[in-house]
C-alpha cells in the first residue's frame, strides 16, 4: 500500500505520513506511560525543574571531558538548541579548575549560504553561539586548544577525519525539532527513487556528515526559535553531523525542554525508539537501532495532546 503524502510539504517525507494508528498511540501516552518506555539501551529520564534540567545537561560536558587523559582523549559532541546549558558549562569548568588539554568538542552543524559554512560573524552561526556562551568563557588557562574544537565545514573531509582521529565521543548531545530530527538528520525529500518510500533504515544510516537541504518545517522553526519569526533569515541549507558518527557515539542524549518540539513530537519519538519503530521520515526513531540512547524531559514542557482552542 502506498505511503500517505505528507500534509505539511507533499514533495518531502515526515512523520505525517505515519499510519494513524501509531500517530493515535503515541499522542495518548501521558507523562508516567512514557516514563514507562524505558527499556534496555533506552532510557527515559525527567526533571522536575529547568535548572535541574540544564545542570544535568551542563554536567554530560563535565563528565565526558573528566574521561580525557593524554592517553585516552575524549570529548563530546553539542548542539545549538538548547544553548542555555553553554554558560553553566564554562562556569563548571571554571569552579572546577578542570584542565580541558585533552578534552575534545565537536558541534554538530551550521548553517550554509553559497554552498560555503557562515563565517562566525554571522549573527545565526552556530560556531559563535558555541565560542561566545561557553568556550570564551572558560579560563584561558583551563580551556582546550582551538585544534580539539571540531566544527563542521562544507568542506567535510577534516571534520569527518577528526571522529577517526583517535579521539572517544563520550555523548553526543542533541535537541529535536519540530521535523523529528537530530542535528539536521531531516527527511528526505519525495523524488527520484525515493518519490513512492523513504529511505530504509538501513540506507538512511549510511549517511554521514554532509551538506543537505532543509525541510520547510526546520527553515520555519529556526525562524522561530531564533530569528523572531523572521524566515527570511534562515539559510535553506546546512552541514550536519551524520548518523555515520553519531553511531561512533558512545550514548547518545537528546534534550527536550519543551520549547523546540510539541507535546506530540516529544512523545512520538520516544515511543518508536521504545518499540524499535525505526522509520527514516521521522529521522529521530532510527536511534532505536543504537546500543545507548537516554531522554531527558523537562516536566514542565511535555504538555499534553488534548484539543485546546487559543
Known amino acids: 500500500m502506498p505511503r ?20 493515535e498511540a ?16 533506552f532510557r527515559v529520564v525527567f526533571y522536575d525543574t529547568l535548572e535541574e534540567f540544564y545542570c544535568a545537561e551542563a554536567l554530560e560536558y563535565i563528565h565526558a571531558w573528566k574521561e580525557a587523559t593524554p592517553d585516552n582523549p575524549a570529548g563530546i559532541c553539542g548542539p545549538i538548541g538548547p544553548t542555555e546549558q553553554l554558560p ?8 572546577m579548575g578542570l584542565k580541558l588539554h585533552h578534552a575534545h568538542f565537536w558541534g554538530m552543524d551550521e548553517w550554509v549560504i553559497g554552498g560555503r559554512e557562515v563565517p562566525v560573524t554571522h549573527p545565526l552561526s552556530f560556531e559563535r ?23 563542521p565545514k ?23 525539532g ?22 530504509t533504515p538501513e540506507e538512511y544510516r549510511r549517511l554521514a556528515t ?10 520555519a522553526q529556526n525562524a522561530r526559535t531564533s530569528g523572531g519569526g523572521n524566515v527570511t533569515l534562515v539559510p535553506q541549507q546546512a552541514i550536519t553531523v551524520g548518523p555515520v558518527e553519531t553511531w561512533k557515539a558512545q550514548k547518545v542524549s537528546i534534550w527536550h525542554a519543551g520549547t523546540h518540539d510539541n507535546p506530540f513530537g516529544q512523545r ?43
Open 4 to 23: 500517505k503524502q505528507s500534509v505539511l510539504a507533499p514533495d518531502w517525507w515526515d512523520y505525517t505520513t505515519l499510519e494513524r494508528d501509531l500517530i
Open 26 to 41: 503515541a499522542a495518548r501516552l501521558t507523562p508516567e506511560s512514557l516514563r514507562k518506555l524505558s527499556r534496555p539501551g
Open 88 to 95: 553553566l558549562v564554562a562556569r563548571i569548568v571554571n569552579e
Open 129 to 151: 553561539c558555541d565560542r561566545q556562551l561557553c568556550f570564551d568563557r572558560i579560563n584561558p588557562r583551563l580551556v582546550m586548544p582551538d585544534s580539539n574544537l571540531h566544527f
Open 154 to 176: 562544507a568542506d567535510t573531509r577534516d571534520y569527518r577525519a577528526s571522529w577517526d582521529a583517535g579521539v572517544r565521543c563520550v555523548v553526543m548531545q542533541g535537541g529535536q
Open 178 to 199: 519540530d521535523i523529528k530530527h537530530w542535528a539536521f538528520n531531516d527527511p528526505l525529500p519525495r523524488r527520484g527513487r525515493h518519490k513512492h518510500a523513504p529511505p
Open 210 to 219: 554532509r551538506v543537505v537541504d532543509l525541510h520547510p518545517v526546520t527553515i
Open 268 to 310: 512520538l519519538t520516544a515511543f518508536m525508539i521504545s518499540k524499535k519503530l525505526a522509520d527514516s521520515a521521522v529521522p529521530m526513531s532510527l536511534l532505536a537501532d543504537h546500543p545507548n540512547v537516554q531522554f531527558n524531559y523537562y516536566r514542565g514542557g511535555l504538555g499534553t495532546c488534548d484539543v485546546s482552542m487559543h
